[in-house]
């Protein structure tokens, strides 16, 4: 991979997750960013032990080496008034732009079940015909005012929700359009509900704008699935990792993003357990292995 086109940034879900706040709580905003540029990163996302204040959080930013990578948006659109995620896109585009950031990422949380105590493998929500049409229209709505911010709209793909599968993204995707809606390709999601993560690379090598490295532990997603845990207790329990640390095999899927010489970020993302796994520990832990599989 070329290191002058490619970005590594790592996200702050390894010290302090924000949806299960009890993990990490101990972990301050200051230890977390020191400890990303200490591990040799130079970019990261946001999470909600971040200054609010752009031009605070940019300065603590700065003297580390550091940029805004992407944030993760939660649109409504099946739940709420359409205006409400338009409004909201809006002031995270603002403060985004204040942060230089050029990337926003996106995942329709209306009908999610991530976030709830129900079995997660197997009982995603659906879209309906109507919900689908509301999605993808409110997709391409909010990539064209992301395009007039200067900002590449990318899609999440996440477990839990109705976008989870290769079909359902390849449905989202054949749906929006391709000059205003791009994907954010996660390893890890992919793999979680069961799709392989390298034929996925393969397939949309060509809408992917940003990257979320995230390793499985087949051991413990085997737990998930014969205890019909919900996505926070497999998290709770170790179903992700860093690269390296898992059962997903990165060296081809870095061989596809090089071959088709990819631009931008790539994002370490691996909610754990700080207490279980020491945060700066497995960040090192992912540079090394990413400078041995990609060369970068």
């Given at each position: 991979?070329?290191?002058?086109?490619?970005?590594?940034?790592?996200?702050?879900?390894?010290?302090?997750?924000?949806?299960?706040?009890?993990?990490?709580?101990?972990?301050?905003?200051?230890?977390?960013?020191?400890?990303?540029?200490?591990?040799?990163?130079?970019?990261?996302?946001v999470?909600?032990?971040?200054?609010?204040?752009?031009k605070?959080?940019?300065?603590?930013?700065?003297?580390?080496?550091?940029?805004?990578?992407?944030?993760?948006?939660?649109?409504?659109?099946?739940?709420?008034?359409?205006?409400?995620?338009?409004?909201?896109?809006?002031?995270?585009?603002?403060?985004?732009?204040?942060?230089?950031?050029?990337?926003?990422?996106?995942?329709?949380?209306?009908?999610?079940?991530?976030?709830?105590?129900?079995?997660?493998?197997?009982?995603?929500?659906?879209?309906?015909?109507?919900?689908?049409?509301?999605?993808?229209?409110?997709?391409?709505?909010?990539?064209?005012?992301?395009?007039?911010?200067?900002?590449?709209?990318?899609?999440?793909?996440?477990?839990?929700?109705?976008?989870?599968?290769?079909?359902?993204?390849?449905?989202?995707?054949?749906?929006?359009?391709?000059?205003?809606?791009?994907?954010?390709?996660?390893?890890?999601?992919?793999?979680?509900?069961?799709?392989?993560?390298?034929?996925?690379?393969?397939?949309?090598?060509?809408?992917?704008?940003?990257?979320?490295?995230?390793?499985?532990?087949?051991?413990?997603?085997?737990?998930?699935?014969?205890?019909?845990?919900?996505?926070?207790?497999?998290?709770?329990?170790?179903?992700?990792?860093?690269?390296?640390?898992?059962?997903?095999?990165?060296?081809?899927?870095?061989?596809?993003?090089?071959?088709?010489?990819?631009?931008?970020?790539?994002?370490?993302?691996?909610?754990?357990?700080?207490?279980?796994?020491?945060?700066f520990?497995?960040?090192?832990?992912?540079?090394?292995y990413i400078?041995e599989?990609a060369?970068?």
């Amino acid at each position: 991979m070329d290191k002058n086109k490619v970005q590594l940034g790592i996200a702050p879900i390894g010290w302090t997750n924000d949806d299960l706040p009890a993990l990490g709580r101990e972990n301050t905003f200051e230890q977390c960013v020191s400890e990303m540029a200490l591990a040799g990163f130079t970019g990261c996302e946001v999470g909600n032990k971040f200054p609010k204040d752009p031009k605070v959080l940019k300065h603590m930013l700065d003297i580390r080496g550091l940029t805004i990578a992407n944030q993760w948006f939660s649109s409504e659109f099946v739940s709420k008034p359409f205006e409400v995620t338009v409004n909201n896109f809006v002031k995270q585009l603002e403060f985004l732009k204040a942060m230089g950031a050029k990337i926003i990422g996106c995942s329709e949380q209306g009908n999610s079940i991530q976030g709830k105590d129900v079995p997660v493998i197997g009982n995603s929500p659906r879209f309906s015909e109507e919900e689908w049409d509301l999605v993808t229209r409110g997709y391409n709505h909010l990539g064209a005012i992301a395009r007039d911010y200067g900002f590449t709209l990318t899609y999440h793909h996440h477990a839990g929700t109705a976008v989870e599968t290769i079909e359902e993204v390849d449905r989202f995707l054949e749906m929006t359009d391709p000059d205003l809606v791009y994907l954010l390709y996660d390893s890890g999601h992919f793999y979680f509900v069961g799709e392989d993560p390298l034929e996925a690379v393969k397939k949309y090598i060509g809408r992917i704008r940003h990257v979320h490295l995230k390793d499985v532990r087949d051991d413990v997603l085997s737990d998930v699935k014969k205890e019909k845990m919900s996505f926070l207790d497999g998290v709770r329990a170790g179903v992700f990792t860093v690269p390296g640390d898992g059962d997903i095999d990165f060296g081809p899927i870095f061989d596809v993003l090089g071959e088709n010489n990819y631009e931008g970020w790539m994002v370490v993302e691996a909610e754990q357990d700080p207490a279980k796994a020491n945060p700066f520990e497995y960040a090192l832990k992912a540079r090394r292995y990413i400078k041995e599989k990609a060369g970068i």
